[in-house]
């Protein structure tokens, strides 16, 4: 009796046939997206170039604090509800009624818009070592809304149009008028007030 080879199968279809499911799965399916936060960091110091202390008059500083259990403070005052920090801020930042513990303004001469008001505040952040991130990335949130806020108000009163719709350059100046100053200390304990 003759022995009969079994027929071999054609393979090379199958990676074909592989690739595209592969192709079809990678677009069908949905990636995770990135969240974080968008920080532009200050340039690398130079090998040579020595610390500047930069001294803040403590009038323009507020102190916003999170607690390691979730409780936001802005100065002394506890915040029960985080969108209630953006008013705060912003009232902090323009002090609309030039009052003495509110930062103070510093007239500069800004290329391109001429002499304006700017705003000498800075937002220093403090969090507990067991802040929750999710309050962490709530309180950036914030902090980072109230600035945009008093920028579109800027861009709104000088351009008639949101700080988002203007051209580069204009932005540069809506920057300019309204820095956005957030300063982060390293995390330690801030339960006590």
């Given at each position: ?187 330690k304990d801030v339960k006590r007030k």
């Amino acid at each position: 009796m003759a022995h009969k080879k079994t027929p071999a199968i054609n393979g090379g279809s199958m990676a074909d046939i592989s690739f595209l499911i592969l192709v079809f799965f990678l677009m069908v399916s949905t990636m995770d997206s990135e969240k974080g936060l968008q920080r532009r960091l200050p340039p690398m110091p130079q090998q040579n170039q020595k610390a500047e202390n930069q001294k803040v008059n403590r009038r323009n500083i507020i102190q916003v604090k999170v607690s390691a259990s979730d409780h936001v403070f802005a100065g002394d005052e506890p915040i029960e509800n985080v969108s209630e920090l953006g008013p705060k801020v912003i009232e902090f930042l323009t002090n609309p009624n030039n009052l003495d513990n509110l930062s103070e303004k510093k007239t500069e001469n800004i290329e391109g818009f001429g002499p304006c008001q700017v705003s000498q505040g800075v937002i220093s952040l403090q969090n507990d070592r067991g802040t929750s991130y999710k309050k962490y990335i709530e309180v950036q949130n914030e902090l980072v809304k109230a600035v945009n806020t008093i920028r579109d108000q800027f861009a709104m009163a000088n351009f008639g149009k949101p700080y988002e719709r203007l051209d580069e350059d204009k932005q540069e100046i809506v920057r300019k008028a309204v820095p956005q100053k957030i300063s982060e200390a390293e995390p330690k304990d801030v339960k006590r007030k």
